[in-house]
């Protein structure tokens, strides 16, 4: 089966005539991108890590404040409906770099810690793929998270460049430095080691700073270096704040000595350091001409963790990272192109992190189309109206989750555990061979109305057994379409209770 075709893309109304001029495909192929607009865009997506919905100020956080994160999205689209395709690291970034489901193409869930050879699977195109086949030169820095060996890694993946650590969870800094303070889960010091690699390119660098100011620094230098060369760039800086461990310094906590609790403090300040991360990189953009015709993206792998004690907020939402309510899958989703697109704008249809691979090879001049990936940029420029998707999907295992215009339905497994087989890091032991993808204790049914329910709390599943049966069969028809074998087994786990009943979540 051809799972990808690509196609010249449509003339889009761009907000600009420079922009619109290169949509015609008026510019010389070599000519280097202007702050006229002309040429293809610059594109730089910018990741957080577990950041959930209302950590930054303009989602609605009411202790972080987060200036250049705000300016970001009221100089372009505030999406207030974005997802992610899955609720933990791995899996979402799968989907993400590919525009596809990422059970399309095996994975699934989150890798453990046994699982070093694996890694993406090797047949996908990735972003960097697709743009530099455009013509785009290409770097990572930070996180990848999609395998550790070097036929995965972003280097092999299509990135021209890569800076960054290849696991998730790193550490930032050794928090006996002076000004260090770290947001303890269990009353354990905070690490002092490094605890992943920091590669540049396959080699090892010594890193001694704090992680996210140095991500910051070669994102810089990557523009920078862009700036002096003919062709556009692609940008994944992909950080990894605020996931833990919670650490943070003196420069980015003086805003929030004022908060008592400690991980709420520090997380606070790693946010504060990301906002610091959006300022410098939008700053190196304007400083060098390319801020008006450069797409810049946005948004978090999945919602914030409940497990680091509610120093975090996903806000109204119910549910956090590992979770297939909207707390674990809607994040903020911001995108900006000055050049092509008017600022102010928010936009509330769903869309996904998914429709990356669309917009942005589209913004590059030939869209990439998947089965899924939606180019977001006519619904931007307001040719295009209403809803780019009719439902989105989600699975890990036996737990699924789909939502249409109104509604979400959940099905998760019920199960025998109980908080007493949890292990000391919060999950379940998994049995040989992970976790089986059947329902041996039958499956807690849960149906929201999304537009009186934000925060799925009422579960209708009873009273609209219509509305059941409709998304379960869009949901089994898209199951339908996914590959049964993944590349791993589901081996990470925990159960929580919903509606008074204990169900499990696999991740
Ligand atoms: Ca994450």
Redesign the pocket.
């Known amino acids: 089966m051809k799972r990808m075709t690509t196609r010249s893309s449509r003339i889009i109304a761009l907000g600009a005539a420079a922009a619109l001029a290169w949509a015609c495909g008026a510019p010389e192929a070599d000519a280097p991108a202007e702050d006229s607009g002309a040429g293809p865009p610059n594109i730089v997506l910018i990741l957080a890590?577990?950041l959930g919905y209302a950590d930054i100020g303009i989602y609605g956080s009411e202790i972080i404040s987060t200036p250049h994160i705000d300016a970001l999205a009221a100089s372009g689209v505030l999406f207030t409906d974005g997802y992610v395709s899955h609720p933990?690291?791995s899996p979402?970034r799968a989907g993400l770099v590919t525009g596809r489901y990422q059970q399309r193409h095996g994975w699934e869930f989150n890798p453990a810690g046994r699982d070093v050879n694996a890694g993406m699977s090797l047949d996908e195109a990735t972003l960097a793929d697709r743009l530099k086949a455009l013509g785009y030169r290409t770097g990572m820095v930070g996180k990848w998270h999609l395998g550790h060996q070097e036929p995965h890694h972003p280097m092999s993946r299509g990135f021209d460049e890569y800076f960054g650590v290849l696991e998730?969870g790193s550490t930032f800094i050794d928090s006996r430095l002076p000004g260090v303070e770290y947001g303890s889960l269990r009353g354990e010091d905070g690490p002092t080691e490094r605890r992943n690699k920091v590669l540049r390119g396959f080699e090892e660098e010594k890193v001694e700073r704090y992680l996210t100011d140095v991500f910051t620094d070669e994102a810089v230098a990557f523009i920078e270096r862009g700036a002096a060369r003919d062709e556009p760039f692609f940008l994944y800086l992909s950080h990894t704040t605020p996931?833990t461990p919670l650490q943070a310094t003196a420069e980015y906590l003086e805003g929030y000595r004022h908060i008592e609790d400690q991980r709420t403090r520090v997380y606070a300040a790693m946010v504060a350091s990301l906002d610091e991360s959006v300022r410098r990189v939008v700053e190196t953009l304007k400083v060098q001409g390319m801020y008006e015709n450069t797409l810049i993206a946005f948004a978090s792998?999945?919602g914030c963790a409940g497990y680091i004690g509610h120093a975090c907020s996903n806000g109204p939402l119910f549910g956090f990272?590992r979770y297939h309510h909207e707390g674990g899958v809607r994040i903020p989703f911001i995108m900006s192109w000055p050049a092509a697109v008017e600022g102010g704008q928010e936009f509330s249809h769903p869309v996904i992190t998914l429709d990356y691979m669309a917009t942005f090879t589209a913004a590059a001049g030939e869209e990439t189309e998947t089965e899924d990936s939606v180019n977001l940029l006519p619904y931007m420029t307001g040719e295009a109206e209403g809803a780019p998707h009719e439902y989105l999907y989600w699975r890990a295992g036996a737990s699924v989750a789909i939502r249409d215009a109104q509604y979400k339905l959940i099905k998760l497994n019920r199960t025998d555990f109980r908080p007493d087989s949890l292990r000391g890091d919060g999950r379940l032991q998994p049995p040989e061979g992970g976790w089986p993808t059947d329902s041996p204790h039958g499956q807690l049914t849960l149906l929201y109305d999304l537009d009186a329910d934000v925060g799925e709390l009422n579960n209708l599943a009873a009273e609209q057994p219509d509305v059941v049966a409709r998304l379960e069969a869009e949901l089994d028809s898209w199951r339908g379409t996914l590959l049964d074998e993944q590349i791993l087994p589901g081996v990470r786990s925990t159960i929580t209770q919903i509606d008074g009943e204990w169900v499990q979540l696999v991740f």
């Open positions: 890590d577990d933990v690291c979402s998730g996931h792998d999945n990272k």
